[in-house]
């Protein structure tokens, strides 16, 4: 039975260290992401209690100004939103991965995604995923990319 596991990892890529931890590696040092994100992105917003909230044309577009603390990102400037307020949660740098979390709430309205990108230092920019939810039961996912200046 155990060469059945193995093959099916070795199928499926899983690296194994000498230390005995499978699938874990020492990472490199944090990419260097801080300064001005332009993020814009496509996506779809569905399940929505209000279905005037539901569309296939979801657009995000915004400006964040982000520091660094060795891997944590930290939100210098955010964006304006009216009456409401905008908080940036869980910003995390792994080599050239990036992620986090915003959350816009105006009154009762809350609405919290979750981003995922891969950041190329070369061009300095930001292209991933996102998924989140609200306004009230909505559903979001979609991608996204921005410039870091």
């Given at each position: 039975m155990k060469w059945v596991v193995w093959?099916?990892?070795a199928l499926v890529?899983?690296?194994f260290l000498d230390s005995g931890d499978a699938g874990v590696r020492d990472a490199g040092p944090p990419a260097q992401v801080a300064g001005r994100w332009t993020l814009q992105g496509t996506g779809r917003l569905y399940g929505c209690d209000n279905s005037r909230f539901n569309t296939e044309d979801l657009r995000l577009t915004t400006e964040l100004v982000v520091g660094?603390?060795?891997d944590a990102l930290v939100l210098l400037q955010a964006p304006p939103v009216g009456d409401g307020t905008f908080s940036f949660e869980n910003g995390l740098i792994q080599e050239n991965r990036v992620y986090f979390t915003t959350i816009e709430e105006a009154g009762e309205t809350r609405i919290r995604l979750r981003f995922s990108a891969?950041?190329?230092e070369a061009v300095r920019t930001l292209r991933g995923t996102f998924e989140g939810d609200g306004p009230g039961t909505c559903v979001a996912e979609g991608r996204f990319s921005g410039q870091v200046d």
């Open positions: 093959a099916a990892l890529g899983c690296d660094q603390e060795a891969k950041f190329d």
